[in-house]
C-alpha cells in the first residue's frame, strides 16, 4: 500500500468538511494537522487526487504527496504509532 499526505486549504466550509470526510472514507487515516491527513490506500496518486479534488474551488489549494519512511515528528502517540505501522520503507 501506498501513503499519501493529502493538505489542503478550502476556502468554503462545505468544501473542508466534505474533504474531511472522503478522505476518512479511505479507511486508514491518520490527520496529523487542522487541513492534513495521511492516508494509506492502493489507489495511485492520481486517482487519491481526483477524488478528493473534486469538491475544491479555483481558489483552493490542495495536494496530494507520496510518502514513506524514514520520518521524524512530534504529535500524538496514536499518531505516531499509525504512521510507524502504516507508512511503508
Same mark, same amino acid.
Given at each position: 500500500m501506498a501513503c499519501y499526505l493529502v493538505a489542503y486549504n478550502a476556502?468554503?466550509?462545505n468544501?473542508?468538511?466534505?474533504?474531511s470526510n472522503d478522505i476518512k472514507?479511505? %479507511?486508514s487515516w491518520a490527520?496529523? %494537522?487542522?487541513? *492534513?491527513y495521511i492516508i494509506s490506500t492502493d489507489a495511485e496518486v492520481t486517482e487519491v487526487?481526483?477524488?478528493l479534488s473534486k469538491n475544491l474551488? *479555483?481558489?483552493?489549494?490542495?495536494y496530494v504527496i507520496s510518502v514513506s519512511k524514514p520520518c521524524w515528528g512530534q504529535g500524538p502517540g496514536a499518531v505516531n504509532q499509525w504512521l510507524s505501522d502504516n507508512l511503508p520503507n
Open positions: 476556502a468554503v466550509e468544501a473542508r468538511f466534505s474533504i472514507a479511505y %479507511g490527520k496529523i %494537522g487542522d487541513s *492534513a487526487y481526483d477524488n474551488d *479555483a481558489d483552493d489549494n490542495f
